[in-house]
């Protein structure tokens, strides 16, 4: 089966006729394909309807079913186009079922009051971190195609809970001509901080919805790592919801997240 480079995949659904690609097993996570990876498809299909490139300001998704490896296809559509702000939507289908139901804003640049701007934010050093691979009591597999290391809490089955995680992630590959499906994946990538209280794997859980907030443009990003801060704000009765915070190499502010997630344990 192809689709194991993501480039290519993207590719792949970004030419099709019918909004369609396939990825392997290499992108799983658990019954399911990587919920970024998932993400990503429906808004390249969305991307696609647009009459012009416009910048993706928000991204709303439910993830409905398991998204097993092989073949899926997108139904997108564009529900209103304004004059700056275009509001679209996608489905996502894997053996005719649905599994994935997403909707994105995406707007033109204005002229308008912007306050003052904050300082970047300060950045641990890398070389401090545990890589992805040195901690690795359940590595899915998807993580093979990101560099990445922890660099303070949040890792999943070290016995040690800590309401918070702090990481520095990257792709493997060159993705700079699909930028807002590079940051979606990037932002997906922390997995239920509350399973860093467990001691050994599997203790089952997956994102129910997620939204992603836009601060900065994907398109003006250059740099390829990503330092990402999550905190858990609650968990009770098999749920738990995190926000987050993406920025880039320089420490600028670039996405906000949040997820509603459910595990069993």
Known sequence: ?????LKDILADLECSSNNSTTFSENWSQGRSAFGGLAAAFAVTAMRKQLP???TIRSL????IAPVPPGRVQVDARILRQGKNVSQCSASLFANDQIALQAMAAFGNSREAYRPPAQAN?????RSQGISFSSHAKRLPHFLQYFDGCWIDGGMPFSGNYKPYLKMWVRHRQDLSNFPIEKLVAIADIPPPVLLSHFEKPPVPAS???WSLEFVEAPESIAGEWFYLEFNVE???DGY????GKVFDESGRLVALTRQCMVYFG
Do not use: C, H, I
Not at 1 to 5: S, W
Not at 60 to 63: E, P, Q, R, T, Y
Not at 121 to 125: A, C, S, V
């Open 60 to 63: 709303m998704v439910s993830f």
């Open 121 to 125: 934010k300060e950045l641990p050093d």
């Open 240 to 243: 738990t919801q995190q926000s």
């Open 52 to 54: 012009q490139p416009q």
């Open 1 to 5: 089966m192809q689709g194991n480079n």
């Open 207 to 209: 994102s129910l919805s």
């Open 234 to 236: 609650g968990a009770a």
